[in-house]
Every structure is written in C-alpha cells, then in structure tokens.
C-alpha cells in the first residue's frame, strides 16, 4: 500500500442546490488482495479491496455491509447520473432530506434481499 496524505488537502464545491465543500484528505493505492477499512465514529466499517482485476467496492450488500452497520442504494440523480449511497442504518431519513434537496430518487435498496431478487429477475428475462 502507497498513502499520500494531501497537505494541504484539496478542497472543493459540490451539490446542485445545496453547495458543500468536499476535502479531499489523501490517496491510497493499493496493491491486488490488499484491504483499506473505513470506519465511523458509531462503529460503521466500510471495505474495499483491491483485486488484480479491478476492486470489490463494498463488502456483501445484503449481509457483511447490513452488520457494519451501512445501507447501500442505488440512485439517480436529476442530471441522469447513477450512484451507490452507503447510509449509515438509522440516519435514511437524514439522506432523504439530502436527496431532496439536491433531486435525487431512490431507485432501489441494494441490501433488500426481496429487491434484488426482483432485480435480478427483470434483468434475467431482458
């Protein structure tokens, strides 16, 4: 693993209505088959590991992410852009109000077993 710690960090403007300044701490690279865990204060935990083919970008979304504490969703934005929100469990009703804000919808929760099944069905009969 090679860690660069931006100093000064990297600092930048996101959001659509709401503008919130992003810092961007550091860079880790990491090798195939090395791990970086994230974690929050409330004892959330968040994988990634690097493989020799790409990465797995979270733990199991219906089982590892669910007892780290952490929800993944897939949604939308209004500019037609997709992307994977990892909730901490018990805050959904504060990302909510985030993605009302800035327009965002819910299209699917991806640890809701009875979900991606149906997910899976839809794309299996296309």
């Avoid at 088959?33 to 204060?41: A, G, I, L, M």
């Avoid at 020799?52 to 733990?59: H, L």
């Avoid at 969703?73 to 990892?86: D, G, Q």
């Avoid at 919808?105 to 991806?110: D, F, M, N, Q, V």
């Amino acid at each position: 693993m090679k860690f660069q710690l931006h100093d000064p960090p990297r600092v930048f403007a996101v959001g659509n209505v709401k503008v919130v300044r992003i810092t961007d701490c550091a860079r880790i690279q990491l090798e195939p088959d090395e791990q970086v865990t994230f974690s929050t204060e409330s004892g959330g935990e968040y994988d990634v590991v690097r493989k020799p083919w790409g990465f797995y970008a979270t733990p199991s979304l219906n089982g590892r992410l669910q007892r780290f504490g952490l929800r993944a969703a897939l949604i939308k934005s209004t500019a037609a852009k997709y992307y994977i929100f990892l909730i901490e469990s018990g805050k959904e009703a504060e990302c909510q109000s985030y993605m009302d804000i800035e327009g965002h919808r819910l299209i699917c929760w991806l640890d809701d077993d009875r979900q991606l099944a149906a997910l899976e069905h839809l794309l299996q009969v296309q």
